[in-house]
């Protein structure tokens, strides 16, 4: 089982790409934790570092995958 | 089972996205075909008329979702 983070900010391209991708991966494989990074403004500096610029964003074994633009992460600080 | 299209254009960043991409789609849901768009234009007004303007997307249930961005359309033409 591998870790998944989808990043996103409330925005509705965050939510129309959480639909999707959340049913979409496979449960066999990925547990998925979702973190609003409005909310969770702590965890901004842990999407840096992954590399994510902008939200949603997802990190697939510590790989950042950018789905559409909703927000960039410099607006969410 | 529905339907997914990837879309790329052999460029890295599409072939990174598509590795990681192709393996993380539940296979219990979705029957994915990939495009080479660089090798396959006469699909590329198909991707259009999904709302693709870039690749790699991914297009689940008629949805386009750009996955970071290797390429946009117009330069494959």
């Known amino acids: 089982m591998s870790e998944a983070l989808f990043f996103h900010a409330g925005c509705p391209v965050c939510l129309s790409a959480e639909q999707?991708?959340?049913?979409?991966?496979?449960?066999?494989?990925y547990s998925v934790e979702v973190v609003h990074l409005g909310e969770q403004k702590d965890r901004i500096a842990e999407a840096e570092r992954y590399g994510v610029k902008s939200v949603p964003a997802l990190v697939i074994e510590g790989q950042p995958f950018h789905i559409n633009f909703g927000a960039?992460?410099?607006?969410?600080k």
């Open 20 to 29: 999707q991708f959340m049913q979409a991966l496979d449960p066999a494989r």
């Open 72 to 76: 960039a992460l410099a607006d969410l």
